[in-house]
C-alpha cells in the first residue's frame, strides 16, 4: 500500500489557527511582560485570519481528505463561522472582566483558542478519531480555563467536577464508538451508515452502542438527566469561562450531534429517536421549572441552557433534514443571545461585584436605561417572545416537530415556554420594577462593553425582524431549499 | 383604491417609528415627550382616516392590501389589509391612541418619555394585530404587544403592579401558545401561513375540534370570558389610567377579533359543534360576571367586571348564528347578531375608556379609587358629573347611547335563536343598570361628607376636551350607527357563509 499525500487545502484554516495559536502561546511569555493586550490583540487577528481564510475557500461542495476523517462542507464552514464569530465577542468581553477581576493573564486567550481548535475539529469530524480528538481538545483546553482563577475555590470546584464528570461522558462515549466499531468494522461515519442500512451489524451491539454515544453527547451538552454539573459549573467559574463555556461549545456540541446520528446512524433512527425525545422533554421541563427558584443569574442562564438544550433537541428528533436545519438554526440564535445575556453581567460587574445575581439587577431602569433596554432584549428572546429573533428559533424547531407528527411534543414544549418565560420575567421585573439598592448611575468600565453588548442585543431584534437571511443560511448548508 | 402609498404600513410604523424617537428625544425633557408624542398619535389618526372614506362597502375582499415576502424559507409573508371587520377597529385603536396619550399629560410625572413611548409603540402594534392577514405575523404583533403592556402595568401601576402584570403576561401568553401550535398544524397541512388560505383550507372534525379549542382558550383568556377572566380585574386595578383605557377600548377587542377573524372562518364545523360551550360562558359572564359587578367596593374592578359582563354579549352575538339557523333556517337573524356584536365591540370600545378615563379624572384628583371615599361630587364637579353620567347612562345602554344598539340587537337576534337566551341576556338591561346607577349614586350625588371631596377642582380643558370627544362619539354612534354597519355589512355577509359552509 503507498501513502497517499493527502490533500491538506481543505484544512488550511485549522492548521493555519494551530501555526498561529502554538505561536501566540510562545510569544505571550514574552509579550506579557511589557505589553500587556498583545496577547490579546493577536488572539483577535488570529480570529479574523482563520474567518478569512473560510470564506475565501467556502466549500459548495463536500471535500473528504485523510483518509475519510476529515470532511468539508457548508454545514462546516457555517458553524465554524459563527463559532468564530461568537468567539471574537467572548474574547472582547473577557479581556475587560479580567482586567476588572485582576487576574488578566495571556493563559486565558491562548487556551480559549485551542478550545476553537478543538471545535472546528468536532465539526468537521468524519470519523470516531477525529471526533474524540477534537472533543479533548476543546475539553481539556476548557477545564485549565475555569481553574485559571486558581485563588478561588469556587472556581477549581468547578474545574474538578467539570473534569471529572467530562471525563466520565467522555469514557461512556468512546465506549460506545467502540461497540459501534466492533458492530460494522468501521470508523467513517457514511461507511458505519451504509453497512447498518445492508443490516449486516449485530442490532444488539447497535443498541447498546447507540445508547452509550447518545448519553455521552447528552453529557456534553447539558440535557437531563445528565445535567448536573452545568449549574454548579456555570455558576462556579469566573463569569468570562462561563461565557465561553455556555456559548461556542454548544455549536460544536451540536455538530457532533448531527455528524452522529445524522450522518453516522440513520439507519437507526428507530433506537436514537426514542432516546432523544425523553432527553429533549425533560430538558425543557426540568430546565424551566428549576430555573424559576435561582437567585443567582448566571445559574438561572444555566438551567436556562439546559432548557435551551431541550428545544435544541427538538429539531434532532424529527430526524429530517429540514429539523436538523431549525436545530442548526436554534443552536446559533441561543449562542448569540447566550454571549449578549453573559456579556451583559460582564459589562456591569465590578471589581469585587460579579454582578450576578437577580437582586443586583434591581432598578437597573433607574440607574442606566438603555442597557436595561438591552436585557429586556435579551431576556425576551431568550423567552422566545416576538418580535426577537429567539421567538422565530422556538417557532421553527416546533414546526419541524409538529411536521414529523409528534404534536404532543410540541404542546409540551410552548407549555415548558410560557413557564421559563416566568423566570426571564423576573430579570425584566427586577430591572423595571424594583427600587435600586444602591443608587446612582451604572455604566459599564469601559465604553468598548458598552458598544458589544448594545451591539449584540440590537442584533437579536434586527435578525428578528429579518431572519430570512440567517434561517435560509442554515436550510442551504443541509442541501435544503 | 384612492390610496397610492402604504397606508397600513404607516399606521403600524409611524407609531412605532414614533415610540423609539420619543424614547431617546424625550429623555430628560418630558415636554419635548409629550409634544411629539401627541403630534405622532394625532397624525396617526389623520392618515387612519382615508381607511374610511377610501373604503368600498360593496366587497368583502381585503382591501389597502399590501403582500411583501417576509421569510421566504417557510412562505411567510408581510401581508396586511382590511375589511368591513378589521377596519372599524382599527380606527378605534387610532382615535383611542390620541386621547390616551392626551390623558396621561400631567398626571405621569416620572419617566415620561418611557411611558408615552411604551404607549405609542403599543398602539402600533396593536394596529399590526388587527390588519395582519398572516398568521405568524399576526402573532408576532399579538405576543409582542404583552412587552410593553407588561412594563406599563408594573412600573406605574398601583401597589399590586408586580402580582398583576406577571398574572397578565403569563396568562395571555399561555393562551395564545396554543394559537401557535395550531397556525403550525395547519401550516403543515397546508404549507401556507396566510390566514385567507386557512380560510379555504378542509379540515377534518378532529383537527377542527382541537383547533377550536386552541383558539377558543387565546381568545377567551384575552376577551376574557368566564372563566379565564380573573387576570383582567387585577390588571385594571393597578394599571394606571392610560392602560386600563388601552387594555379595555382595544386589547379586549382582540380577543373578539380573533373569534370572527380564525375562529368561525377556519372551523365552522366545530364551531357549529361547540358553539353552546360559546353561548353557554358568554351567558354566564353576562349574569354572574355583572352580579359580581354589583358587589365591587372598587370603582375600577367594578367597570372591569362590567367590562367582562358586556364582552360577554359580544361572544353571545357571534355564536348564537348556528341556532338561528335552525329555528329559522335563513341568516337574516344571524346577520343581526353578529353585527350587533361587531357594534358592541366599537361602543364598549368608547364607553369603557370614557368610564376608565373618567375614574382616572378622580384618581388624580382624590389618590383612593373606593367608592366609600365620594360622596356628592356632582357638587364640586358639575361637569365632570355631567360627562360621567352620560357614560354610565351609556354603560346601562339607555337608548341614544352606543351602548343601546349593539346590545339591542344581539338581545333581539338571541330571541331568535332561543328565547331563554334572550331572556337571560336581557337580564343584563336590570344588572347592568343596578351596577352602573348605584355606583353613580354612592359617587357623584348625596350629600358632600368628605373633606377631600369638598376640595375638588372640575375639569380642566384638557379633561373636558377628552370627555368631550367621547361624549360625542358615544352618542353619535347610538343616535346614527349606519354607517358603521354599512361598512361591515357585506363582510359580515360573507363570515356569516364561510361559518356556515362546512369544511370536512
Given at each position: 500500500?503507498?501513502?497517499?499525500?493527502?490533500?491538506?487545502?481543505?484544512?488550511i484554516?485549522?492548521m493555519?489557527?494551530?501555526a498561529l495559536?502554538?505561536?501566540i502561546?510562545?510569544?505571550d511569555?514574552?509579550?506579557?511582560?511589557r505589553?500587556q493586550?498583545?496577547?490579546y490583540?493577536?488572539?483577535q487577528?488570529?480570529?479574523?485570519?482563520?474567518?478569512?481564510?473560510?470564506?475565501?475557500?467556502?466549500?459548495?461542495?463536500?471535500?473528504?481528505?485523510?483518509?475519510?476523517?476529515?470532511?468539508?462542507?457548508?454545514?462546516a464552514?457555517?458553524l465554524k463561522?459563527?463559532i468564530v464569530?461568537?468567539?471574537?465577542?467572548?474574547?472582547?468581553?473577557?479581556?475587560?472582566?479580567?482586567?476588572?477581576q485582576?487576574?488578566?493573564?495571556?493563559?486565558?486567550?491562548?487556551l480559549?483558542?485551542?478550545?476553537?481548535?478543538?471545535?472546528?475539529?468536532?465539526?468537521?469530524?468524519?470519523?470516531?478519531i477525529?471526533?474524540?480528538?477534537?472533543l479533548?481538545?476543546?475539553?481539556?483546553?476548557?477545564?485549565?480555563?475555569?481553574?485559571?482563577?486558581?485563588?478561588a475555590?469556587?472556581?477549581?470546584?468547578?474545574?474538578?467536577?467539570?473534569?471529572v464528570?467530562?471525563?466520565?461522558?467522555t469514557?461512556?462515549?468512546?465506549?460506545?464508538?467502540?461497540?459501534?466499531?466492533g458492530?460494522?468494522?468501521?470508523?467513517?461515519?457514511?461507511?458505519?451508515?451504509?453497512i447498518?442500512?445492508?443490516?449486516?451489524?449485530?442490532?444488539?451491539?447497535?443498541?447498546?452502542?447507540?445508547?452509550?454515544?447518545?448519553?455521552?453527547l447528552?453529557?456534553k451538552?447539558?440535557?437531563?438527566p445528565f445535567h448536573?454539573?452545568?449549574?454548579?459549573?456555570?455558576?462556579?467559574?469566573?463569569t468570562?469561562?462561563?461565557?465561553?463555556?455556555?456559548?461556542?461549545p454548544?455549536?460544536?456540541?451540536?455538530a457532533?450531534?448531527?455528524?452522529l446520528?445524522?450522518?453516522?446512524?440513520?439507519?437507526?433512527?428507530?433506537?436514537?429517536?426514542?432516546?432523544?425525545?425523553?432527553?429533549?422533554?425533560?430538558?425543557?421541563?426540568v430546565?424551566?421549572?428549576v430555573?424559576?427558584?435561582?437567585e443567582?443569574l448566571?445559574?438561572?442562564?444555566?438551567?436556562?441552557?439546559?432548557?435551551?438544550?431541550?428545544?435544541?433537541?427538538?429539531?434532532?428528533l424529527?430526524?429530517?433534514p429540514?429539523?436538523?436545519?431549525?436545530?442548526?438554526?436554534?443552536i446559533?440564535v441561543?449562542?448569540?443571545t447566550?454571549?449578549?445575556g453573559?456579556?451583559?453581567?460582564?459589562?456591569?460587574?465590578?471589581?469585587?461585584?460579579?454582578?450576578?445575581?437577580?437582586?443586583?439587577?434591581?432598578?437597573?431602569?433607574?440607574?442606566?436605561?438603555?442597557?436595561?433596554?438591552m436585557?429586556?432584549?435579551?431576556?425576551f428572546?431568550?423567552a422566545?417572545?416576538?418580535p426577537?429573533?429567539?421567538?422565530?428559533?422556538?417557532?421553527i424547531?416546533?414546526e419541524?416537530v409538529?411536521?414529523?407528527?409528534?404534536?404532543?411534543i410540541?404542546?409540551?414544549?410552548?407549555?415548558?415556554?410560557?413557564?421559563?418565560?416566568f423566570y426571564?420575567?423576573?430579570?425584566?421585573?427586577a430591572?423595571?420594577?424594583?427600587?435600586?439598592e444602591?443608587?446612582?448611575?451604572?455604566?459599564?468600565?469601559?465604553?468598548q462593553?458598552?458598544?458589544?453588548v448594545?451591539?449584540?442585543?440590537i442584533a437579536?431584534?434586527v435578525l428578528?425582524?429579518?431572519?430570512?437571511?440567517?434561517?435560509?443560511?442554515?436550510?442551504?448548508?443541509?442541501?435544503?431549499? | 383604491?384612492?390610496?397610492?402609498?402604504p397606508?397600513?404600513?404607516?399606521?403600524?410604523?409611524?407609531?412605532?417609528?414614533?415610540?423609539?424617537?420619543?424614547l431617546?428625544a424625550?429623555?430628560?425633557?418630558?415636554?419635548?415627550?409629550?409634544?411629539?408624542?401627541?403630534?405622532?398619535?394625532?397624525?396617526?389618526?389623520?392618515?387612519?382616516?382615508?381607511?374610511?372614506?377610501?373604503f368600498?362597502?360593496t366587497?368583502?375582499?381585503?382591501?389597502?392590501?399590501?403582500?411583501?415576502?417576509w421569510?421566504?424559507a417557510?412562505?411567510?409573508?408581510?401581508?396586511?389589509?382590511?375589511?368591513?371587520?378589521?377596519?372599524?377597529l382599527?380606527?378605534?385603536?387610532?382615535?383611542?391612541?390620541v386621547?390616551?396619550?392626551?390623558?396621561?399629560?400631567?398626571v405621569?410625572?416620572?419617566?415620561?418619555?418611557q411611558?408615552?413611548?411604551?404607549?405609542?409603540?403599543?398602539?402600533?402594534?396593536?394596529?399590526?394585530?388587527?390588519?395582519?392577514?398572516d398568521?405568524?405575523l399576526?402573532?408576532?404583533?399579538?405576543?409582542?404587544l404583552?412587552?410593553?403592556?407588561f412594563?406599563?402595568?408594573?412600573?406605574?401601576?398601583?401597589?399590586?403592579?408586580?402580582?398583576?402584570?406577571?398574572?397578565?403576561?403569563?396568562?395571555t401568553?399561555?393562551?395564545?401558545?396554543?394559537?401557535l401550535?395550531?397556525?403550525?398544524?395547519m401550516?403543515?397541512q397546508?404549507?401556507?401561513?396566510?390566514?385567507?388560505?386557512?380560510?379555504?383550507?378542509?379540515?377534518?372534525?378532529?383537527?377542527?375540534?382541537?383547533?377550536?379549542?386552541a383558539f377558543?382558550l387565546?381568545?377567551?383568556?384575552?376577551?376574557?370570558?368566564?372563566?379565564?377572566?380573573?387576570?383582567?380585574?387585577d390588571?385594571?386595578?393597578?394599571?394606571?389610567?392610560?392602560?386600563?383605557?388601552?387594555?379595555a377600548?382595544?386589547?379586549?377587542?382582540?380577543?373578539?377579533?380573533?373569534?370572527?377573524?380564525?375562529?368561525?372562518?377556519?372551523?365552522?364545523?366545530a364551531s357549529?359543534?361547540l358553539?353552546?360551550?360559546?353561548?353557554?360562558?358568554?351567558?354566564?359572564a353576562?349574569?354572574?360576571?355583572?352580579?359580581?359587578?354589583?358587589?365591587?367596593?372598587?370603582?375600577?374592578?367594578?367597570?372591569a367586571?362590567?367590562?367582562?359582563?358586556?364582552?360577554g354579549?359580544?361572544?353571545?352575538?357571534?355564536?348564537?348564528l348556528?341556532?338561528?339557523?335552525?329555528?329559522?333556517?335563513?341568516?337574516?337573524?344571524?346577520?343581526?347578531g353578529?353585527?350587533g356584536?361587531?357594534?358592541?365591540?366599537?361602543?364598549?370600545?368608547?364607553?369603557?375608556?370614557?368610564?376608565?378615563?373618567?375614574?382616572?379624572?378622580?384618581y388624580?384628583?382624590?389618590?383612593?379609587?373606593?367608592?366609600?371615599?365620594?360622596?356628592g361630587?356632582?357638587?364640586?364637579m358639575?361637569?365632570?358629573?355631567?360627562?360621567?353620567?352620560?357614560?354610565?347612562?351609556?354603560?346601562?345602554?339607555?337608548p341614544?347611547?352606543?351602548?343601546?344598539?349593539?346590545e339591542?340587537?344581539v338581545?333581539?337576534?338571541?330571541?331568535?335563536?332561543?328565547?331563554?337566551?334572550?331572556?337571560?341576556?336581557a337580564?343584563?338591561?336590570?344588572?347592568?343598570?343596578?351596577?352602573?346607577?348605584?355606583?353613580?349614586?354612592r359617587?357623584?350625588?348625596?350629600?358632600?361628607t368628605?373633606?377631600?371631596?369638598e376640595?375638588?377642582?372640575?375639569?380642566?380643558?384638557?379633561?373636558?376636551?377628552?370627555?368631550?370627544?367621547?361624549?360625542?362619539?358615544?352618542?353619535?354612534?347610538?343616535?346614527?350607527p349606519?354607517?358603521?354597519?354599512?361598512?361591515?355589512?357585506t363582510?359580515?355577509?360573507?363570515?356569516l357563509?364561510?361559518?356556515?359552509?362546512s369544511?370536512?
Amino acid at each position: 500500500m503507498n501513502f497517499v499525500i493527502p490533500a491538506f487545502a481543505p484544512a488550511i484554516p485549522e492548521m493555519v489557527l494551530l501555526a498561529l495559536t502554538s505561536f501566540i502561546l510562545v510569544a505571550d511569555t514574552f509579550w506579557s511582560k511589557r505589553y500587556q493586550f498583545a496577547t490579546y490583540y493577536a488572539t483577535q487577528a488570529t480570529l479574523i485570519v482563520v474567518a478569512y481564510l473560510i470564506m475565501s475557500s467556502f466549500a459548495t461542495a463536500q471535500v473528504i481528505t485523510f483518509d475519510g476523517s476529515f470532511v468539508r462542507d457548508s454545514f462546516a464552514d457555517i458553524l465554524k463561522l459563527f463559532i468564530v464569530l461568537v468567539s471574537l465577542g467572548i474574547f472582547l468581553f473577557s479581556k475587560e472582566y479580567l482586567l476588572q477581576q485582576k487576574f488578566f493573564s495571556g493563559e486565558y486567550f491562548v487556551l480559549g483558542l485551542f478550545g476553537v481548535l478543538g471545535m472546528f475539529v468536532m465539526v468537521s469530524a468524519h470519523n470516531f478519531i477525529t471526533l474524540y480528538l477534537g472533543l479533548e481538545i476543546m475539553s481539556l483546553a476548557m477545564y485549565a480555563m475555569i481553574a485559571l482563577r486558581r485563588d478561588a475555590s469556587d472556581a477549581i470546584e468547578s474545574a474538578m467536577k467539570y473534569f471529572v464528570l467530562g471525563a466520565l461522558a467522555t469514557g461512556i462515549l468512546l465506549y460506545g464508538f467502540s461497540m459501534l466499531y466492533g458492530a460494522t468494522g468501521s470508523i467513517t461515519f457514511p461507511e458505519i451508515a451504509k453497512i447498518i442500512e445492508a443490516g449486516k451489524a449485530d442490532a444488539v451491539v447497535l443498541s447498546f452502542g447507540v445508547v452509550f454515544i447518545v448519553i455521552g453527547l447528552a453529557f456534553k451538552l447539558g440535557a437531563v438527566p445528565f445535567h448536573m454539573w452545568a449549574p454548579d459549573v456555570y455558576h462556579g467559574s469566573p463569569t468570562a469561562v462561563t461565557l465561553y463555556l455556555g456559548t461556542a461549545p454548544k455549536i460544536a456540541a451540536f455538530a457532533i450531534i448531527y455528524r452522529l446520528l445524522a450522518e453516522g446512524m440513520p439507519g437507526l433512527v428507530a433506537d436514537w429517536q426514542t432516546l432523544i425525545i425523553i432527553l429533549s422533554v425533560l430538558s425543557m421541563v426540568v430546565g424551566a421549572i428549576v430555573a424559576i427558584v435561582q437567585e443567582n443569574l448566571k445559574r438561572m442562564l444555566a438551567y436556562s441552557g439546559i432548557g435551551h438544550a431541550g428545544f435544541l433537541l427538538l429539531g434532532v428528533l424529527a430526524a429530517n433534514p429540514d429539523g436538523y436545519a431549525g436545530a442548526m438554526f436554534y443552536i446559533i440564535v441561543y449562542a448569540i443571545t447566550a454571549v449578549a445575556g453573559f456579556g451583559m453581567i460582564i459589562a456591569l460587574s465590578r471589581t469585587g461585584n460579579e454582578f450576578d445575581k437577580i437582586s443586583d439587577f434591581k432598578g437597573l431602569n433607574a440607574r442606566n436605561s438603555w442597557l436595561a433596554f438591552m436585557m429586556l432584549i435579551v431576556m425576551f428572546s431568550m423567552a422566545g417572545i416576538p418580535p426577537f429573533i429567539g421567538f422565530f428559533a422556538k417557532v421553527i424547531v416546533i414546526e419541524e416537530v409538529v411536521k414529523a407528527g409528534f404534536i404532543w411534543i410540541a404542546v409540551v414544549a410552548v407549555i415548558t415556554a410560557v413557564i421559563s418565560a416566568f423566570y426571564y420575567l423576573r430579570v425584566v421585573k427586577a430591572m423595571y420594577f424594583d427600587k435600586p439598592e444602591e443608587t446612582g448611575p451604572i455604566a459599564p468600565v469601559s465604553g468598548q462593553l458598552n458598544w458589544a453588548v448594545s451591539f449584540v442585543s440590537i442584533a437579536l431584534l434586527v435578525l428578528g425582524l429579518m431572519p430570512s437571511s440567517l434561517i435560509e443560511l442554515c436550510y442551504q448548508s443541509i442541501g435544503l431549499k | 383604491m384612492l390610496s397610492s402609498y402604504p397606508i397600513l404600513s404607516t399606521l403600524i410604523w409611524l407609531p412605532i417609528i414614533g415610540g423609539l424617537l420619543v424614547l431617546f428625544a424625550g429623555r430628560n425633557n418630558d415636554t419635548v415627550a409629550k409634544w411629539l408624542s401627541l403630534i405622532v398619535a394625532f397624525a396617526t389618526f389623520v392618515l387612519s382616516l382615508p381607511l374610511w372614506t377610501g373604503f368600498d362597502t360593496t366587497t368583502a375582499a381585503m382591501q389597502f392590501e399590501e403582500k411583501i415576502s417576509w421569510i421566504p424559507a417557510f412562505n411567510i409573508y408581510y401581508h396586511l389589509g382590511v375589511d368591513g371587520l378589521s377596519m372599524p377597529l382599527v380606527l378605534l385603536t387610532t382615535f383611542t391612541q390620541v386621547l390616551v396619550i392626551a390623558s396621561a399629560w400631567d398626571v405621569i410625572k416620572e419617566r415620561v418619555e418611557q411611558y408615552m413611548g411604551a404607549f405609542l409603540i403599543m398602539g402600533g402594534m396593536m394596529t399590526g394585530v388587527f390588519v395582519a392577514l398572516d398568521s405568524i405575523l399576526f402573532y408576532v404583533f399579538w405576543e409582542a404587544l404583552l412587552i410593553p403592556m407588561f412594563i406599563v402595568i408594573g412600573k406605574w401601576g398601583g401597589p399590586r403592579r408586580v402580582y398583576a402584570t406577571l398574572k397578565f403576561f403569563l396568562y395571555t401568553f399561555f393562551g395564545s401558545v396554543f394559537m401557535l401550535v395550531s397556525f403550525l398544524y395547519m401550516y403543515y397541512q397546508s404549507g401556507s401561513f396566510s390566514i385567507l388560505d386557512m380560510h379555504t383550507m378542509q379540515l377534518g372534525m378532529t383537527a377542527q375540534t382541537l383547533i377550536f379549542l386552541a383558539f377558543l382558550l387565546a381568545f377567551a383568556v384575552k376577551i376574557p370570558m368566564f372563566p379565564v377572566h380573573t387576570w383582567l380585574p387585577d390588571a385594571h386595578v393597578e394599571a394606571p389610567t392610560a392602560g386600563s383605557v388601552v387594555l379595555a377600548a382595544i386589547m379586549l377587542k382582540m380577543g373578539g377579533y380573533g373569534f370572527v377573524r380564525f375562529s368561525l372562518p377556519i372551523t365552522p364545523d366545530a364551531s357549529m359543534q361547540l358553539d353552546w360551550l360559546v353561548i353557554l360562558l358568554s351567558l354566564i359572564a353576562i349574569v354572574y360576571i355583572g352580579i359580581v359587578a354589583l358587589v365591587q367596593s372598587d370603582m375600577k374592578k367594578l367597570v372591569a367586571y362590567s367590562s367582562i359582563s358586556h364582552m360577554g354579549f359580544v361572544t353571545l352575538g357571534m355564536f348564537v348564528l348556528y341556532d338561528i339557523l335552525e329555528s329559522t333556517g335563513s341568516l337574516q337573524g344571524a346577520q343581526l347578531g353578529m353585527e350587533g356584536a361587531m357594534v358592541q365591540m366599537i361602543s364598549h370600545g368608547f364607553i369603557s375608556g370614557a368610564m376608565f378615563l373618567a375614574i382616572g379624572v378622580l384618581y388624580d384628583r382624590m389618590h383612593t379609587r373606593e367608592i366609600s371615599a365620594y360622596s356628592g361630587v356632582v357638587n364640586k364637579m358639575p361637569w365632570f358629573v355631567m360627562f360621567a353620567v352620560l357614560f354610565a347612562m351609556a354603560n346601562v345602554g339607555l337608548p341614544g347611547t352606543s351602548g343601546f344598539v349593539g346590545e339591542f340587537m344581539v338581545i333581539l337576534s338571541s330571541f331568535k335563536a332561543n328565547i331563554w337566551f334572550g331572556t337571560i341576556a336581557a337580564l343584563t338591561l336590570i344588572i347592568g343598570a343596578a351596577y352602573t346607577l348605584w355606583m353613580v349614586k354612592r359617587v357623584f350625588f348625596g350629600p358632600v361628607t368628605n373633606e377631600n371631596v369638598e376640595q375638588l377642582q372640575d375639569l380642566n380643558k384638557r379633561e373636558f376636551a377628552i370627555m368631550a370627544t367621547l361624549a360625542v362619539a358615544v352618542v353619535a354612534l347610538g343616535v346614527f350607527p349606519a354607517p358603521l354597519m354599512e361598512v361591515m355589512h357585506t363582510s359580515v355577509g360573507h363570515l356569516l357563509v364561510q361559518a356556515t359552509t362546512s369544511k370536512l
